[in-house]
């Protein structure tokens, strides 16, 4: 006879991805354990055994999409480049993207989490350099607030119809607001 329930060889990793989809349609909100065991059809224990609880799952959806992110902006060589990277992740992984920057939600102090935020900072910090006399943090924080801001404007459909979007196409807008900004 058949086996009628989901087995999958890598349950972590398919409750992190339902998740995620879960968050991108629906809000950080609607996530549960429960119902993500119910939507890959094991027990409602399997997603607990990975996670703990709820905090735990968000937790390390953070560390991935940081992972992911520094993966992303390592792959640039530049800021401006490095800037429609951030903006290129945060719409290709929304569900990341909504977690990853809502510290109540999350253990902060986890390792991973720790780690990979550290290495995405990092690689951003390391495309963002202002000129000798620049206040380089201050140049820093400019650079993601600009970047994080029109990455969440642009999802939150802020930006649709409006005369400031020059374009349709996210990264084409990106770059020419990129083309008018000086870092450093």
Same mark, same amino acid.
């Given at each position: 006879m058949a086996k009628t329930g989901y087995h999958h060889?890598?349950?972590?990793?398919?409750?992190? *991805?339902? =998740? =995620?989809?879960? /968050?991108?349609?629906?809000? /950080?909100?609607?996530?549960?354990?429960?119902a993500l065991a119910r939507r890959a059809g094991v027990s409602h224990a399997a997603p607990a055994h990975h996670f703990g609880d709820r905090a735990g799952l968000l937790t390390a959806l953070a560390a991935e999409g940081f992972e992911l992110l520094a993966a992303e902006i390592e792959a640039t060589s530049d800021a401006r480049t490095a800037a429609v990277a951030y903006i290129r992740f945060a719409l290709r992984y929304p569900g990341h993207f909504d977690v990853m920057f809502r510290r109540r939600l999350l253990r902060t102090d986890d390792t991973e989490l720790v780690a990979a935020r550290a290495? *995405?900072?990092? =690689?951003? $910090?390391? $495309?963002?350099v202002g000129g000798q006399d620049a206040d380089q943090q201050a140049v820093q924080l400019a650079a993601w607030s600009l970047v994080h801001?029109? =990455?969440?404007?642009?999802?939150?459909?802020?930006?649709?119809? *409006?005369?400031?979007?020059?374009?349709t196409d996210p990264e084409t807008a990106a770059r020419r607001m990129l083309d008018t900004v000086r870092f450093g």
């Open positions: 060889g890598d349950l972590r990793s398919a409750i992190l *991805s339902a =998740a =995620a989809d879960q /968050i991108a349609a629906e809000g /950080i909100d609607a996530i549960s354990l429960r290495r *995405s900072g990092a =690689a951003l $910090r390391a $495309r963002v801001g029109f =990455a969440s404007l642009w999802r939150e459909g802020a930006l649709e119809d *409006s005369p400031l979007a020059s374009s």
